[in-house]
């Protein structure tokens, strides 16, 4: 961003370079809440007619409360379990320490410094008001401050393999877990269905780019591998799929 502090020569140790850095990004970056009473918008934002939105204080409440709270922490996804000492903790840090002012902050067992935002909601995500009221969706907002934290980031989500289905039984229990008291029994199966429908061991953007014959991967680069013989090296070309025999070359 323009003006923004440059994290090259960001030194955490620095008081002056932290109040720089805290300065800018405190305009940009939040987890104050400005109305936790608020119920949350009976419509889902992002379904709410153009003409009615008032990009208000109160509709940003609504939203917040609506998609931007990490309301539960569940098993092989955010839920994580300490070696040392067995003790269970999330790691998107939930829930926050409320603070009412932001900082630099070295928690026990990290590497690095982090930023921490003022915050008066304990289970808030980190956002920016205008890109919320822009977007109507949950959208998380966090500046860079190591760039060692973004290679493991964008390495781990690109190996990333994705949730195997679960089987006929254990759909239809967990749609009966969801069940109230008076609900009939066919409302399981309902669910169970609905959920065949959603459920996929192949993430959706790859079923569109094999349906439509796009190229699952794209690079900048085009690399030519040679195999050699005694008599042909053959010549294969990755872009085209396409492979050349040619004579030896002495």
């Not at 140790?13 to 936790?36: C, E, G, M, Q």
């Amino acid at each position: 961003m323009e003006e923004a502090p440059q994290i090259e020569s960001l030194d955490t140790s620095n008081p002056d370079d932290i109040a720089r850095f805290l300065a800018f990004w405190d305009k940009y970056v939040s987890t104050w809440h400005p109305d936790k009473s608020v119920p949350p918008a009976a419509i889902h934002p992002s379904a709410q007619l153009f003409a009615t939105l008032q990009d208000t204080k109160l509709e940003l409440a609504e939203m917040l409360n609506c998609f931007q709270h990490h309301r539960k922490c569940q098993p092989g996804y955010c839920k994580r379990r300490k070696k040392e000492t067995g003790e269970t903790f999330c790691c998107f840090g939930s829930p926050k320490k409320c603070r009412e002012q932001s900082d630099f902050i070295k928690e026990a067992g990290q590497d690095f410094a982090e930023f921490h935002t003022k915050c008066n909601d304990e289970i808030l995500n980190s956002h920016n008001p205008g890109f919320i009221l822009g977007w109507r969706a949950n959208i998380d907002f966090h500046p860079v401050i190591n760039k060692e934290a973004v290679i493991a980031y964008v390495a781990k989500y690109a190996s990333k393999g994705e949730t195997t289905s679960s089987s006929y039984e254990q759909t239809l229990q967990a749609a009966i877990s969801w069940l109230k008291d008076d609900d009939a029994a066919g409302i399981a199966y309902q669910k169970m269905l609905s959920t065949f429908s959603s459920e996929h061991d192949i993430s959706g953007k790859e079923t569109c780019h094999i349906l439509l014959g796009c190229s699952l991967v794209e690079n900048s680069r085009i690399y030519r591998s040679l195999h050699v013989s005694p008599t042909t090296q053959e010549a294969v070309d990755f872009g085209r799929s396409s492979t050349e025999h040619v004579g030896l070359v002495e």
